[in-house]
């Protein structure tokens, strides 16, 4: 049987003031943060749960210099009856171990990273908002920690957990537009495109500030060999419903591996839907748009949950989803995700954990 950790908790003497109004995404951070650090040798060791504040570190820290960083993206929401639940945090756990094992970071027992997640949502749960469309973003990272220069495999790691309250990240349901990048690739096979670390978005940045200077929300990349088959969006997987077939890019090496998007094929599924994880080109996307069976375009991910599009930028070319607005299947996928989350719906799938 598997022993808890001994985590030590030292709580803030200064409550923060807890914010009022809209929250937006990223911009409040609860009153303490998960730590936990790691030496050659020893392996895993000193978890806790302080303060959230700032950390002292070297300019010479391994991570500035190579990159060697990972992170993941979860959420706690809170039920009618003050309950608090996560979502197929195992899930997490497993991709962050996946991540690290990529980027040569030492695994971490998919328990103890659970067991970090829920002692510092229980700590700070006041903050889990009740609001219908609001919850507890967390973000559990690892960080290389070495003080010296020189391209090798960091033997020190700090492992911490973040917690922020937030709203819809684009607003319930509200459409989006997608520009298609046909200049600049995310990954490619081979490299580090399945994980989830930092480089890959620091190398979608240019894209994503081109697209939002052309007034679209998100960028939609292309492999990076034939640049030709759709991949995924900057902050989450995509999905296209033509002609009544629900279809989304297979995984393939370079495509994070999406706990929404799983969730999503399985409640497909489950609805009935024919729903194929395959190959698709951007030309039979836009084929499908000037044929009238484009029915819906969304995006899925743990920070937008379910987010539609509404129009689609290539080049020239432009396409419609549907009449442009939220679809049917979104909708549906979107209540349905949502009242598992939450503790409302029927959770067939064992997929919430209540904290």
């Known amino acids: 049987m ?22 937006g995404f990223g911009q409040y951070f609860t009153d ?21 504040g700032t950390i002292e570190f070297s300019p010479a820290m ?12 979860m959420k706690a929401y809170r039920g009618a009856g003050d309950e608090i639940f996560l979502f197929r945090p195992e899930m997490n756990a497993r991709r962050s171990n996946a991540s690290n094992t990529r980027m040569s970071i030492p695994e971490i027992p998919e328990a103890d990273y659970l067991q970090a997640v829920k002692m510092l949502v229980q700590t ?18 690892f960080i290389a920690t070495d003080p010296v220069l020189g391209l090798n495999i960091s033997k020190t790691y ?6 922020c309250p937030c709203d819809a990240f684009f607003g319930t349901l509200q459409p989006v537009d997608i520009w298609i990048e046909d200049e600049y690739v995310r990954a490619v096979r081979g490299g580090t495109g399945r994980a989830k670390t930092s480089g890959n978005y620091a190398a979608s940045m240019a894209a994503q500030s081109r697209a939002k200077a052309k007034g679209y929300a998100q960028v939609m990349w292309l492999d990076g060999v034939e640049r030709k088959y759709i991949e995924e969006v900057g902050a989450m997987n995509i999905f296209f419903k033509i002609d009544g077939k629900v279809i989304t890019p297979a995984l393939n090496g370079s495509i994070l591996e999406g706990v929404t998007r799983d969730s999503i094929i399985k409640l497909c599924r489950d609805f009935g839907l024919t729903i ?47 009449n442009g607005t939220a679809g049917e299947l ?6 349905t995700l949502a009242s598992i989350q939450r503790g409302e719906g029927e959770d067939k799938f064992n997929w919430r954990h209540q904290v």
Not at 62 to 73: D, I, M, N, P, R
Not at 285 to 294: C, E, H, V
């Open 124 to 141: 700070d749960a006041d903050w889990i908002p009740r609001a219908a469309d609001a919850s507890l973003y967390i973000r559990p990272f």
């Open 32 to 52: 303490h943060m998960f730590i936990m650090d790691y030496e050659e040798g020893l392996g895993w060791h000193s978890p806790r749960i302080a303060p959230f």
């Open 2 to 23: 598997d022993t808890e950790m001994k985590i030590e908790i030292t709580k803030t003497q200064s409550p923060k003031a807890q914010p009022e109004g809209a929250l």
């Open 330 to 335: 979104a909708k549906k996928l979107y209540n």
């Open 158 to 163: 700090k492992f911490m957990v973040i917690l």
């Open 62 to 73: 391994s991570v500035f210099h190579y990159g060697q960083a990972t992170f993941e993206g």
């Open 276 to 322: 194929e994880e395959c190959p698709i080109t951007i030309d039979e996307i836009f084929a499908a748009a000037d044929a009238g069976t484009l029915e819906e375009v969304f995006g899925t991910g743990t920070a937008v949950t379910i987010s539609p599009v509404s129009r689609l930028r290539y080049r020239e070319k432009e396409a419609v989803a549907g």
